[in-house]
């Protein structure tokens, strides 16, 4: 469910123009340089992360400890209940930073 909370903290958290998870929830962060359009940006976001959860397999979709399947943890966990992401235009990049609830889960554990 699309919460305007949720997308509050996401904007929160993406007007701080940093490449780093800075909240209480699940975060995935795509960054663009250059010039781009918040609709463009968009979609470069979901495809990146798209792109992302479809190179784990089937069976084995576990957080690794070193955190190289935290995007798409985010995008392919069937328990989310909340989304909320906002796009943010900073100095000389654009951030889109969207929130997912419950928080991840523990290193190792099955999602």
């Known amino acids: 469910v699309y919460d305007c909370d949720v997308e509050d903290e996401a ?3 993406a007007r701080h123009c940093n490449r780093t ?3 209480g929830y699940n975060e995935n962060v795509h960054v663009f340089k250059g010039d781009i ?5 968009v979609f470069e976001a979901c495809k990146s992360w798209y792109n992302e959860a479809s190179k ?3 069976g084995n979709i576990n ?6 399947s935290n995007i ?3 995008m392919v966990r069937d328990t989310n209940a ?6 943010v235009k900073c100095p000389s990049e654009t951030h889109v930073v969207c929130h997912y609830t419950p928080k991840e889960k ?5 999602i």
């Open 106 to 110: 523990a290193d190792g554990e099955k």
């Open 37 to 41: 359009s918040n609709v463009d940006i």
């Open 63 to 68: 957080k690794s400890k070193d955190n190289t």
């Open 11 to 13: 904007y929160e958290s």
């Open 21 to 23: 998870a800075s909240s």
């Open 82 to 87: 909340k989304l909320g992401c906002a796009v």
């Open 56 to 58: 784990l397999k089937e």
């Open 72 to 74: 798409a943890n985010g």
